[in-house]
C-alpha cells in the first residue's frame, strides 16, 4: 500500500442484525490519519450503508426469484399445451400425457419443456400444412 502512497487505513464492518455483510474500508495519505473519533464516525456512516447493502441483496435474490418463477410459468404453459396436443391425439388422461412426456424426455435425454415444445412446434407444422393444403 505505501507503493501508491497509503499509510493510514480504517476498516470498519458493515452490521446487520443478519451479522456481518461487508466492510468500509478508508485509506488515506497521511499516517496515523484516523483517530478513535474517525472510527467513531465511520461507523456512524457504516450503519446506513450495511442496511443499503442489505437491501440491494435483497432486491437481487428477489430479482432473480422473480425471473426464476416468470421462467416456471412460461415452461408450464408450454407443457400444458403439449399435453393437451397428446391427450387429444392418444385419448389419454392429462397425467397419462404427462407421464410419455417425461419418458420420452427421458429417452431422448432432454429436459422435459424442450420435449413439449417440440411436441407444440410439430402440432403447428402440421396445422398449418393441413391448412395451406385446403386452400
Given at each position: 500500500?505505501?507503493?501508491?502512497?497509503?499509510?493510514?487505513?480504517?476498516?470498519?464492518?458493515?452490521?446487520?442484525?443478519?451479522?456481518?455483510?461487508?466492510?468500509v474500508?478508508?485509506?488515506?495519505?497521511?499516517?496515523?490519519?484516523?483517530?478513535?473519533?474517525?472510527?467513531?464516525?465511520?461507523?456512524?456512516?457504516?450503519?446506513?450503508?450495511?442496511?443499503?447493502?442489505?437491501?440491494?441483496?435483497?432486491?437481487?435474490?428477489?430479482?432473480?426469484?422473480?425471473?426464476?418463477l416468470?421462467?416456471?410459468?412460461?415452461?408450464r404453459?408450454?407443457?400444458?399445451?403439449?399435453?393437451?396436443?397428446?391427450?387429444?391425439?392418444?385419448?389419454?388422461?392429462?397425467?397419462?400425457?404427462?407421464?410419455?412426456?417425461?419418458?420420452?424426455?427421458?429417452?431422448?435425454?432432454?429436459?422435459?419443456?424442450?420435449?413439449?415444445?417440440?411436441?407444440?412446434?410439430?402440432?403447428?407444422?402440421?396445422?398449418?400444412?393441413?391448412?395451406?393444403?385446403?386452400?
Amino acid at each position: 500500500m505505501a507503493r501508491w502512497g497509503i499509510h493510514s487505513g480504517l476498516s470498519l464492518p458493515l452490521l446487520t442484525a443478519d451479522g456481518v455483510i461487508g466492510a468500509v474500508t478508508i485509506y488515506a495519505h497521511c499516517k496515523n490519519a484516523f483517530d478513535d473519533r474517525a472510527e467513531e464516525l465511520g461507523r456512524l456512516f457504516a450503519a446506513p450503508a450495511a442496511v443499503a447493502a442489505q437491501n440491494a441483496q435483497l432486491i437481487a435474490r428477489t430479482q432473480r426469484l422473480a425471473t426464476q418463477l416468470q421462467k416456471a410459468l412460461t415452461d408450464r404453459r408450454i407443457i400444458e399445451r403439449a399435453v393437451g396436443i397428446i391427450m387429444s391425439r392418444g385419448g389419454v388422461t392429462a397425467a397419462e400425457a404427462f407421464g410419455r412426456i417425461q419418458m420420452l424426455s427421458q429417452r431422448e435425454n432432454v429436459k422435459v419443456v424442450e420435449f413439449a415444445d417440440n411436441v407444440v412446434q410439430q402440432a403447428v407444422r402440421r396445422a398449418r400444412a393441413r391448412h395451406c393444403g385446403t386452400s
